[in-house]
């Protein structure tokens, strides 16, 4: 086998992957408060240089135990023989490594909607709305009035208070910077809002919503409603149109090389391996 065929292969496959997210990100461009994913990898160099010294570390032998070296075996021949390997080396490295989707949170623009319904959350904080799986995390503030008057999303779900669904009745009613809900009949209820220590711990369900894995904060942090505004989508159209060139570019790159690789391989098999 030819490492550098995988090596190639294994380079198309990152880059349509990355191909992905760009697409979905730029899917959502214009979906209210949509936070935009990041692909996260890692290049040869970057394994390369974290293998580069380790060869006592990584040698190894099939049955002796991890953290014996070559010098320290018995010439008894206690454990079995057979060559030392390294993991990182010997194995077939593939030349990149994946780590995950980072999600983005920077906040999006904000747009004036004049719609007493639409609320913009400015800050590190969260919505929270009721969903049929339980509580749910948002920061797109479009809602609208049921036909009871409670205040829900454009999925259906309840938007919460600190006492359950907020029901306001109709369109007369306003909110302050603190999440405080008023109609003409007074105070109805505060808006409930959530952080996060670290908004890593959250993870993208679809339709704008999150789900935690770690509970929230007792208190959120420092934050602000307006009423009559939409946060909008953090995507950079422009940045990801650049990213999607540079990743085709690196797919042509890694085609050819996998082309090359080929042709190779089949001359070593056709010609110079050929008996005469």
Do not use: C
């Given at each position: 086998?030819?490492?550098?065929?995988?090596?190639?292969?294994?380079g198309?496959?990152?880059?349509?992957?990355?191909?992905?997210?760009?697409?979905?990100?730029?899917?959502?461009?214009?979906?209210?408060?949509?936070?935009?994913?990041?692909?996260?990898?890692?290049?040869?160099?970057?394994?390369?240089?974290?293998r580069?010294?380790?060869?006592?570390?990584?040698?190894?032998?099939?049955?002796?135990?991890?953290?014996?070296?070559?010098?320290?075996?018995?010439q008894?021949?206690?454990w079995?023989?057979?060559?030392?390997?390294?993991?990182?080396?010997?194995?077939?490295r593939?030349g990149?490594?994946?780590?995950?989707?980072?999600?983005?949170?920077?906040?999006?623009?904000?747009?004036?909607?004049e719609?007493?319904?639409?609320?913009?959350?400015?800050?590190?904080?969260?919505?929270?709305?009721?969903?049929?799986?339980?509580?749910?995390?948002?920061?797109?503030?479009?809602?609208?009035?049921?036909?009871?008057?409670?205040?829900?999303?454009?999925?259906?779900?309840?938007?919460?208070?600190?006492?359950?669904?907020?029901?306001?009745?109709?369109?007369?009613?306003?909110?302050?910077?603190?999440?405080?809900?008023?109609?003409d009949?007074?105070?109805?209820?505060?808006?409930?809002?959530?952080s996060?220590?670290?908004?890593?711990?959250?993870?993208?369900?679809?339709l704008?919503?999150?789900?935690?894995?770690?509970?929230?904060?007792?208190?959120?942090?420092?934050?602000?409603?307006?009423?009559?505004?939409?946060?909008?989508?953090n995507?950079?159209?422009?940045?990801?149109?650049?990213?999607?060139?540079?990743?085709?570019?690196?797919?042509?790159?890694?085609?050819?090389?996998l082309?090359?690789?080929?042709?190779?391989?089949?001359?070593?098999v056709?010609?110079?391996?050929?008996?005469?």
């Open positions: 086998m030819v490492r550098g065929l995988y090596i190639a292969g294994q198309m496959l990152l880059q349509r992957r990355r191909m992905e997210t760009i697409s979905h990100n730029i899917a959502n461009a214009d979906t209210t408060a949509f936070k935009k994913d990041h692909f996260i990898s890692h290049s040869f160099d970057d394994v390369l240089v974290r580069i010294n380790d060869h006592r570390t990584a040698m190894r032998r099939p049955g002796v135990p991890d953290g014996v070296y070559p010098e320290e075996v018995p008894s021949g206690r079995p023989a057979g060559p030392w390997f390294a993991p990182g080396v010997g194995p077939m593939l990149v490594q994946v780590d995950h989707l980072y999600t983005d949170f920077a906040m999006g623009n904000l747009e004036g909607t719609r007493p319904t639409d609320l913009a959350l400015i800050g590190d904080a969260f919505f929270v709305v009721s969903t049929e799986n339980g509580e749910r995390f948002t920061k797109a503030g479009a809602f609208y009035l049921d036909n009871l008057g409670y205040l829900v999303d454009g999925n259906g779900n309840f938007l919460l208070g600190e006492n359950g669904p907020i029901n306001v009745g109709g369109l007369n009613f306003r909110v302050d910077q603190q999440g405080g809900v008023w109609n009949d007074g105070f109805i209820d505060t808006i409930r809002v959530v996060f220590e670290d908004n890593t711990t959250l993870r993208r369900e679809g704008n919503l999150f789900f935690a894995t770690e509970d929230p904060l007792p208190e959120p942090h420092e934050f602000r409603i307006a009423q009559g505004f939409i946060e909008m989508s995507v950079d159209i422009g940045r990801e149109m650049v990213d999607m060139i540079a990743m085709f570019r690196t797919y042509e790159t890694n085609q050819r090389m082309q090359m690789i080929d042709e190779t391989v089949g001359r070593a056709n010609d110079i391996g050929r008996l005469r």
